[in-house]
């Protein structure tokens, strides 16, 4: 088992930053993933960023340039730097961990329970 504990959402005003933080325990097997998902009110939960523990990257094409994802591999512990935030990307962001489960080769994720990002002025 793998559990997720989010930080660093909050209230900005639109054009600001604010940094998520997402720590990660348990059963974590080396070769694993790490990434966040926002979910907006009435819409379904869409990948904003992730990174591998190698520090291959991918972002949603929105968010390009002005998120960054980043990873502490001794600490289990990935954030995201938003700056320059719209309305848009309002909504609870969920940390997320791809890994494989011991001794069966398969991998599965685990979620955190999310951080509400909320840009308004």
């Known amino acids: 088992q793998v559990q997720l504990v989010e930080s660093g959402g909050g209230l900005v005003q639109p054009g600001g930053s604010l940094r998520l933080s997402c720590a990660a325990s348990g059963s974590i097997h080396p070769d694993n993933a790490m990434g966040w998902y926002r979910e907006a009110p009435g819409k379904q939960r869409d990948l904003v960023a992730t990174?591998?523990?190698?520090?291959?990257?991918r972002y949603a094409d929105s968010v390009k340039g002005r998120f960054t994802i980043s990873r502490d591999n001794a600490q289990n512990t990935v954030y995201l730097e938003m700056n320059s935030l719209e309305s848009e990307d309002a909504g609870i962001y969920y940390c997320?961990?791809?890994?494989?489960?011991?001794?069966?080769?398969?991998?599965?994720?685990?979620w955190g329970q999310g951080t509400q990002v909320t840009v308004s002025s």
């Open positions: 990174i591998t523990d190698g520090g291959s990257v």
């Open positions: 997320t961990i791809n890994v494989y489960i011991a001794g069966t080769g398969l991998r599965t994720n685990y």
